[in-house]
């Protein structure tokens, strides 16, 4: 079975908490450490009795034999570069960013001692925070496992164990490939969100009061924080913007077609938009 001495989390709020909660619920460390800057964070890990919650990055990954860092994307470089120095050797660290080939880079800052391997849940949520977590989070849910060109197969299959042990179903590939994909299924449907909600919020017909469901499902991971997806589009700002320009071409022809009149192109597109949105419910069958 699957079992290490110490796993530490820095950045402890849904995903690094849900880590927590689902190692714990399935006995795969002995001990389990953490960090947060949010003092009431720290505050909720300790009253479980059971999460040594640290101020200090330094201290919380002291003797961990797995590091997980789960902070915004645009943090990363710099927490990689205050815990390099306290890091076991021997050590496997990885992420649950969602931007794989810029995190990458940044953990070169990491000693030759420790392992870096990417990683990224597909198991996030509009809510954040601690209080949030669940232990049944990556259940059934796919998870990226993103090697460097150097990374030893052994370290790859512990990775790929442990998240399979936490219920998540793995998938290996590079992290260049793994930018592009969810750019295409996360990144992108984010970016779209959001700014249809902000254009039918600026309709002179908007009435909140009268808003359904329809609305809600559209649009409802614009909730997600800003401060966290700031970093990922950015740092995936090639492919975003790729598919930002797609949205662009489909939206500008289902307009014209509307403008025209031209109930044959309109079906079209809408018979498309079906068998698409038809076909993510199949996937899952």
Same mark, same amino acid.
């Given at each position: 079975?699957? @079992?290490?001495?110490?796993?530490?989390?820095?950045?402890? %709020?849904?995903?690094? %908490?849900?880590?927590?909660?689902?190692?714990?619920?399935?006995?795969?460390?002995?001990?389990?450490?953490?960090?947060?800057?949010?003092?009431?964070?720290?505050?909720?890990?300790?009253?479980?009795?059971?999460?040594?919650?640290?101020?200090?990055?330094?201290?919380?990954?002291?003797?961990?034999?797995?590091?997980?860092?789960?902070?915004?994307?645009?943090?990363? %470089?710099?927490?990689?570069?205050?815990?390099?120095?306290?890091?076991?050797?021997?050590?496997?660290?990885?992420?649950?960013?969602?931007?794989?080939?810029?995190?990458?880079?940044?953990?070169?800052?990491?000693?030759?001692?420790?392992?870096?391997?990417?990683?990224?849940?597909?198991?996030?949520?509009?809510?954040? %925070?601690?209080?949030?977590?669940?232990?049944?989070?990556?259940?059934?849910?796919?998870?990226?496992?993103?090697?460097?060109?150097?990374?030893?197969?052994?370290?790859?299959?512990?990775?790929?164990?442990?998240?399979?042990?936490?219920?998540?179903?793995?998938?290996?590939?590079?992290?260049?490939? @793994?930018?592009?994909?969810?750019?295409? +299924?996360?990144?992108?449907?984010?970016?779209?969100?959001?700014?249809?909600?902000?254009?039918?919020?600026?309709?002179?017909?908007?009435?909140?009061?009268?808003?359904?469901?329809?609305?809600?499902?559209?649009?409802?991971?614009?909730?997600?924080?800003?401060?966290?997806?700031?970093?990922?589009?950015?740092?995936?700002?090639?492919?975003?913007?790729?598919?930002?320009?797609?949205?662009?071409?489909?939206?500008?022809?289902?307009?014209?077609?509307?403008?025209?009149?031209?109930?044959?192109?309109?079906?079209?597109?809408?018979?498309?938009?079906? +068998?698409?949105?038809?076909?993510?419910?199949?996937? @899952?069958?």
């Amino acid at each position: 079975m699957l @079992h290490f001495k110490r796993i530490s989390v820095v950045g402890a %709020g849904l995903i690094g %908490g849900s880590i927590l909660l689902a190692a714990k619920k399935r006995n795969i460390s002995a001990e389990f450490s953490c960090w947060s800057h949010s003092a009431s964070t720290l505050s909720f890990w300790s009253n479980l009795g059971w999460v040594n919650a640290h101020t200090s990055l330094k201290d919380s990954v002291k003797d961990a034999d797995l590091v997980i860092i789960a902070t915004p994307v645009d943090k990363m %470089g710099e927490t990689f570069v205050t815990i390099a120095p306290f890091l076991k050797p021997g050590c496997l660290i990885s992420d649950v960013g969602s931007i794989k080939a810029a995190v990458l880079k940044a953990a070169t800052v990491l000693p030759p001692s420790v392992g870096f391997i990417g990683s990224h849940p597909m198991a996030g949520s509009e809510k954040a %925070g601690a209080k949030n977590a669940r232990a049944d989070l990556f259940e059934n849910r796919f998870c990226f496992i993103t090697p460097g060109p150097r990374d030893q197969a052994e370290s790859v299959q512990k990775l790929e164990q442990f998240w399979q042990s936490l219920g998540s179903k793995t998938f290996i590939c590079s992290a260049e490939k @793994h930018d592009e994909i969810v750019a295409a +299924i996360s990144h992108t449907p984010h970016a779209s969100a959001a700014a249809l909600i902000l254009a039918v919020k600026n309709l002179p017909g908007f009435k909140q009061a009268a808003v359904g469901a329809g609305l809600k499902d559209s649009t409802r991971i614009a909730a997600g924080e800003e401060n966290l997806w700031v970093g990922i589009l950015l740092a995936n700002a090639t492919h975003v913007t790729q598919g930002l320009k797609e949205v662009e071409r489909i939206t500008a022809e289902l307009r014209m077609a509307i403008e025209r009149g031209d109930a044959a192109a309109l079906s079209k597109i809408l018979e498309a938009a079906r +068998i698409a949105r038809q076909s993510l419910d199949q996937t @899952h069958e």
